[in-house]
């Protein structure tokens, strides 16, 4: 079992910057792929980034340039670093965990509002 907990939402300008936080526990954080997904209002939710056991990395086309995933294993923590926030960012952003190739485990979200 994996307990995911995020932090660092909140209400952002457009232009601004944000770095949520993904802390783990419980199973192995270090072997587990993460991930970041995000749901609009109104919206499904949407495969953002994620980062395998291994550091491979992938992202959403739109987010290319302007997010940068990141985890440090010794902390058991992901981090998704966001710039040049657009009004169409908001929303309320979920950290993942895979296992076996499968987005099994999920954070409670934080809300990311991003105010033009």
């Known amino acids: 079992q994996v307990q995911l907990v995020e932090s660092g939402g909140g209400l952002v300008q457009a232009g601004g910057s944000l770095r949520l936080s993904c802390a783990a526990s419980?199973?192995?954080?270090?072997?587990?792929?993460m991930g970041w997904f995000r749901q609009a209002p109104g919206k499904e939710r949407a495969f953002v980034a994620s980062?395998?056991?291994?550091?491979?990395?992938t992202y959403a086309d739109s987010m290319k340039g302007r997010f940068t995933i990141s985890r440090a294993n010794a902390k058991n923590t992901v981090y998704l670093q966001m710039n040049s926030l657009k009004p169409e960012d908001t929303a309320v952003y979920y950290c993942?965990?895979?296992?076996?190739?499968?987005?099994?485990?999920w954070g409670q979200g934080t809300q990311v509002t991003v105010s033009s």
């Open positions: 419980g199973r192995t954080f270090s072997s587990a792929a």
């Open positions: 980062i395998s056991s291994g550091g491979v990395i």
């Open positions: 993942a965990a895979a296992h076996i190739s499968q987005w099994v485990y």
